[in-house]
């Protein structure tokens, strides 16, 4: 199929999420193999955020794709009353892997639909209603998911499920505090509180790392400086976006 065709239908039929469908031209993606992806005029792309953060083995991982052949000629689908030797092969891989004892696996079709579920069986296993959650945030397009968002999205969906109460986290890099230090960051979103603001400052550094340690691994480098290594991650996709929007 041409380029052309593949804009022609995705402009007259496809509605993209969370976006002014008169305003977007989405860039037409003709394939995609390990850490790239590339478009008609086989311009590659370095693909820094995995798409979504969900193709973290890379894209077309061959094992991957013989696994989803295999089963799709064995068994496309089965409801949830019955058992399965993939679904309880992947759900015991999953609990050998998880902190404590957490060994069930619940399995959902996507991310709103975890969030839902997870506030759910929190609220009934704690007797608790209240859910805190950051402005800076997404969770999903679903009632509570989106109820628990933070960010703009959240109001279009206004009045939404209750007992969702919203917080500024730390967040250095566009201070809402004006805070000069990621410890004062900390400090200030703690409402002065140390204790917590120790913790928010840990849990901040501990996402910064993953995000590192990922580049890292994408490169096959090794970095000492933390802020190279992030502005190389900010002009990645900044130049990935500019060259989107040049195209269209
Ligand atoms: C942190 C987070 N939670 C939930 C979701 C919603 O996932 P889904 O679009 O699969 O419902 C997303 C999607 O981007 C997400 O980034």
């Known amino acids: 199929m041409s380029e052309t065709t593949v804009r022609a239908d995705d402009r007259a039929h496809v509605f993209h999420s969370w976006s002014a469908q008169g305003l977007i031209n989405p860039l037409p993606i ?44 064995t068994l496309c689908t089965i409801q949830p009353a019955f058992a399965n030797d993939k679904r309880g092969e992947a759900a015991r891989l999953i609990a050998g892997l998880a902190p404590g004892s957490l060994n069930k696996v619940f399995f959902t079709n996507g991310g709103a639909e975890a969030t839902e579920n997870a506030v759910r069986l929190a609220r009934g296993h704690t007797g ?34 209750v007992g969702v109460v919203h917080f500024w986290g730390p967040y250095p890099y566009r201070s809402p505090f004006y805070a000069s230090t990621p410890e004062e960051e900390a400090y200030l979103a703690a409402g002065g509180r140390k204790a917590e603001a120790a913790r928010a400052l840990h849990l901040e550094r501990q996402s910064l790392y993953l995000r590192l340690h990922r580049i890292e691994e994408l490169l096959g480098v090794s970095f000492d400086d933390e802020d190279a290594v992030l502005g190389l991650h900010l002009a990645v996709r900044a130049l990935a976006f500019r060259r989107r929007r040049a195209a269209a």
């Open 128 to 161: 608790r209603h209240k859910v805190l959650s950051t402005y800076r945030s997404y969770h999903g397009s679903t009632s509570t998911a989106i109820t628990a968002t933070g960010d703009p999205r959240r109001w279009a969906n206004e009045p939404t499920a």
């Open 30 to 73: 003709k394939g995609a193999l390990g850490s790239y992806f590339w478009d008609y005029d086989d311009r590659k792309y370095l693909d820094f955020s995995s798409q979504l953060v969900n193709i973290n083995i890379g894209h077309q991982h061959p094992r991957l794709v013989a696994a989803i052949q295999e089963q799709a000629a």
